[in-house]
C-alpha cells in the first residue's frame, strides 16, 4: 500500500506509534532477561520488579560459566553445527535433484516429503526412544544429531531447491558443453553461487536444532550429554530460586541464535515462504 | 522393445539404454541419503508408532507388547484427563492463531509502508523468532511470576486480577501464560509470510483504486483481502496445523499443571510417553490427535479451493 498523495499527520503518528508498541512488545521480553542476569543476587528479591536495576554485576554470568552449564554449551554446539552441516550437505543434493531434474515419482516424493510435515512429531517419540535405545544409542550425541538431521532434511530440501531455482540452468550447460563433467560444472560454476543459499540453510537449521528440547529429553537422561536447554530445565527444576545464574545461563543461550539471526535475516522472507511450513 | 531385448549387449542399443538408465538413476542418486535418512528415522517409526496404538505397550510393566484392538482407544474415552486436554488443545490453538494473525497482519500491513529506520524495526520486531523456544518458555514464566516479574502487577493495575499472582499457578488462567508467549513468539512468522504476499501485490491496482475515488478502508477489502485470502487460508492452516502439534511452551511453563489444567493433547502425548513410558496410549493419542488435524485440513483445503474458484 504505497502511500500515494500526502497522509494525514495523525495517521502518520499513530502509525510511528503501533511500530513503536511492536519493538517495545517484541524487545522487554528479552530486556527482563538481561536485567535480571546482571542484578546482583542480593538485590534480586528487593528490586526484582524495578524496571532498571540500582547495580548491575557479571557475578552471575562469572558462576555460570564456572559450572556444568559450560559442558552443556559444548554438548550443543556439538549437536546444533553437526546438524547443520550435514543436513545442508544432504538436502543440496536433494534440492539440486529436485530443481534441475524431471523424473517419475517426484511428486509422490515431494507429497512425502510435505507429509513429514504434517503429522505430529511427538507419534514417533516413542519409536524413536525404542530405536535408539535398542541400538545402545541412548544418551549419546549422535543419536540426536541423526535425528535432528532428518527432522530438518525437508525444510532445507525444499529451500536449497529454491535457491537453485534461482541459478539460470544455462550456467552449467555452457560449463558441461566447454567440456565440464556434471561434477565439475557444479563444483566451479554453480557452488559458488549456492554458498548464501548454503548459508542460509546451515542458520535456519543450527537455529532448529538449537532450541529443540522434547526429543533431547527423551533421549539423553545422563547429565553429561545433556543439551542446553535439558541442562537448563534441569537446573530450573533443582534450583528454582537462583534467578540470576538461570537468566545469566538464558542470556548464553540466546547469544548463538542472535547471531544466526543476524546473518539469515535476509534470507527469512524466502526461507519461509519457499517451504511455507516450518515455524 | 523386442528388438533391444535380441541386441548383443554392448551394441548401440544396449549402450543407449545404460546411458538412459544413468539419466533415470542420476536424480535418484542425489536424493538417496534424503530419502533414507527420511524414510528411516521418520516414516518407519511413524508406521510403528501407529502400530503401539494398538498394542498394550509400557516400559514400566515388563512383559512384550500384546496386541489389544481398540483398547487403548476405550480407555481414552473414559479418561477425563484426555477430555480436558482435547478442549485445552482448542482453546490454546484457536487463541494462538487467531491472536498471532491478527498480530501478523497489523506488522505486515505497517512493514509494508515507507518509514524510517524500517530496516532495524523489521529486524527487532522480527527477533522473537530467534529466539528458541525453551527461552521464551522459561522467560515468560519469569515474566509471570510478582517476585521477579511485572506483569502480574500490571494485570491487578488494570484491574483483570485482584492481587498480583502468578497466573501460572491458577487453574482458571494458568493456559493464558503460554498462549501469550506463543502470540510473542509466532507473530514474526505471521508478519513475514503475510509481508511476502503483500508485496506480491501489484501497486498498478491500488492506483487505480485511487483514481476512481476509492478510500483507503475500499482498497483493503476489495483489493488487498481478496488478494491475501489464498495465501491467507494456506498460512492458517499450516500453522494451526504447527500450533496443535507445539507442545514445548507448554510443558516447560506448566508442565501441564496446575492440576492437569493446560495440558494439550500434544503435551499429553509427551507426558504419557516421557514420563510414564506409556507407549500404547500416547501412541493412541497421537493417532485421535493426527485424525483431528487431518479432518480440519481436508475442510480449510475444500474452502480454499473454493476461494481460488472464485
Redesign the interface.
Known amino acids: 500500500?504505497?502511500?500515494?498523495?500526502r497522509p494525514h499527520p495523525a495517521l502518520v503518528a499513530g502509525?510511528?506509534l503501533?511500530?513503536a508498541a511492536?519493538?517495545a512488545?517484541?524487545?522487554f521480553?528479552?530486556y527482563?532477561?538481561v536485567k535480571?542476569a546482571v542484578t546482583p543476587d542480593r538485590l534480586?528479591?528487593s528490586e526484582?520488579?524495578r524496571?532498571w536495576p540500582s547495580a548491575a554485576t557479571w557475578d552471575n554470568f562469572r558462576e555460570v560459566l564456572g559450572s556444568d552449564f559450560l559442558r552443556f554449551f559444548g554438548n550443543s554446539v556439538i549437536v546444533s553445527l553437526s546438524t547443520a552441516a550435514i543436513t545442508a550437505v544432504?538436502?543440496a543434493?536433494?534440492g539440486?535433484?529436485?530443481s534441475?531434474?524431471d523424473?517419475?515419482g517426484?511428486r509422490l516424493?515431494s507429497a512425502?516429503?510435505l507429509l513429514?510435515q504434517?503429522?505430529?512429531?511427538?507419534?514417533?517419540?516413542?519409536?524413536?526412544?525404542?530405536?535408539v535405545a535398542s541400538l545402545g544409542l541412548l544418551n549419546t550425541l549422535p543419536s540426536l544429531i541423526?535425528?535432528y538431521?532428518?527432522?530438518n532434511?525437508?525444510f532445507a530440501?525444499f529451500l536449497m531447491q529454491s535457491f537453485f531455482d534461482g541459478i539460470p540452468k544455462d550456467l552449467e550447460e555452457a560449463a558441461m558443453i566447454d567440456g565440464c563433467t556434471r561434477m565439475q560444472a557444479l563444483r566451479k560454476v554453480i557452488l559458488p553461487l549456492t554458498l548464501p543459499g548454503l548459508g542460509a540453510t546451515l542458520g535456519f537449521v543450527f537455529?532448529a536444532a538449537?532450541?529443540e528440547?522434547?526429543f533431547a529429553?527423551?533421549l539423553i537422561r545422563k547429565e553429561e550429554s545433556m543439551t542446553f536447554?535439558v541442562g537448563?530445565?534441569n537446573f530450573?527444576s533443582k534450583f528454582s530460586v537462583d534467578?540470576g545464574q538461570?537468566?545469566a545461563a538464558?542470556v548464553l543461550?540466546?547469544v548463538p541464535?542472535?547471531l544466526?539471526?543476524?546473518f539469515i535475516?535476509r534470507y527469512?522472507?524466502q526461507g519461509?515462504?519457499s517451504g511455507?511450513?516450518k515455524? | 522393445m523386442s528388438a533391444a531385448l535380441t541386441d548383443t549387449p554392448g551394441g548401440t542399443r544396449g549402450r543407449l539404454s545404460r546411458a538412459y538408465l544413468g539419466m533415470?538413476a542420476?536424480?535418484?542418486?542425489?536424493?538417496?541419503?534424503?530419502?533414507l535418512?527420511?524414510g528411516?528415522?521418520?516414516?518407519?517409526?511413524?508406521a510403528?508408532?501407529?502400530g503401539?496404538a494398538f498394542q498394550e505397550f509400557n516400559l514400566l510393566r515388563p512383559g512384550a507388547a500384546k496386541w489389544v484392538g481398540l483398547d487403548n482407544f476405550q480407555d481414552l474415552w473414559a479418561d477425563p484427563q484426555f477430555w480436558r486436554a482435547l478442549r485445552n488443545t482448542l482453546v490454546w490453538t484457536g487463541a494462538s492463531v487467531t491472536l498471532q494473525f491478527a498480530g501478523g497482519l497489523?506488522?505486515a500491513?505497517?512493514l509494508?509502508?515507507?518509514?524510517h529506520g524500517k530496516k532495524l524495526?523489521q529486524?527487532?520486531?522480527?527477533?522473537?523468532?530467534?529466539?528458541?523456544?525453551?527461552?521464551?518458555a522459561?522467560?515468560?514464566s519469569?515474566?509471570l511470576n510478582?517476585?521477579?516479574?511485572?506483569v502480574p502487577?500490571w494485570l491487578s493495575g488494570l484491574g483483570l486480577i485482584e492481587e498480583p499472582y502468578n497466573i501460572l499457578g491458577n487453574p482458571d488462567t494458568a493456559l493464558w501464560g503460554p498462549i501469550l508467549a506463543n502470540v510473542?513468539y509466532?507473530v514474526?512468522?505471521f508478519a513475514?509470510?503475510l509481508?511476502?504476499a503483500?508485496s506480491a501485490i501489484p501497486?498498478e491496482l491500488?492506483?487505480a483504486a485511487?483514481i476512481d475515488g476509492a478510500s483507503?478502508w475500499q482498497?483493503?477489502t476489495k483489493i488487498?483481502l481478496p488478494f491475501l485470502a489464498p495465501m491467507i487460508v494456506?498460512?492458517v492452516m499450516?500453522?494451526t496445523?504447527?500450533i496443535?502439534?507445539?507442545?514445548?511452551l507448554i510443558?516447560?511453563m506448566t508442565g501441564g499443571g496446575p492440576a492437569n489444567s493446560t495440558q494439550i493433547l500434544?503435551s499429553y502425548?509427551?507426558t504419557t510417553?516421557?514420563k510414564r513410558l506409556d507407549?500404547g496410549h500416547?501412541?493412541a493419542i497421537?493417532?485421535v490427535?493426527?485424525a483431528l488435524?487431518m479432518i480440519y485440513?481436508a475442510i480449510l483445503l475444500a474452502v480454499r479451493s473454493r476461494l481460488v474458484r472464485r
Open positions: 500500500m504505497a502511500a500515494l498523495g502509525k510511528y503501533a511500530l511492536y519493538v512488545f517484541a524487545l521480553p528479552l527482563w532477561l535480571i534480586i528479591y526484582g520488579t524496571y544432504i538436502a543434493g536433494g539440486y535433484a529436485f534441475r531434474f523424473f517419475r517426484k516424493v512425502l516429503l513429514t504434517m503429522f505430529p512429531l511427538l507419534i514417533i517419540i516413542a519409536p524413536i526412544y525404542r530405536i541423526v535425528t538431521t532428518a527432522f532434511i525437508p530440501l537455529t538449537w532450541s528440547i522434547l529429553l527423551m536447554p537448563l530445565l530450573v534467578w538461570m537468566m538464558g543461550a540466546l541464535s542472535c544466526f539471526f543476524a535475516q527469512l522472507v519461509l515462504t511455507a511450513v515455524g | 533415470v542420476e536424480p535418484w542418486l542425489y536424493l538417496l541419503p534424503s530419502l535418512l527420511i528411516g528415522v521418520m516414516l518407519l517409526p511413524l510403528i508408532g501407529l503401539y497489523g506488522l500491513l505497517l509494508n509502508t515507507r518509514f524495526v529486524a527487532l520486531v522480527f527477533l522473537p523468532w530467534a529466539v528458541p523456544t525453551f527461552l521464551t522459561l522467560t515468560f519469569w515474566l510478582p517476585v521477579i516479574g511485572p502487577y510473542w509466532g514474526p512468522f513475514i509470510t509481508l511476502a503483500l501497486s491500488y492506483e485511487e483507503g482498497s483493503f488487498t494456506i498460512t499450516l500453522r496445523i504447527w496443535a502439534n507445539f507442545a514445548d510443558y516447560v500434544s502425548i509427551f510417553a516421557f507407549f500416547a501412541s497421537a493417532v490427535l493426527l488435524l485440513a
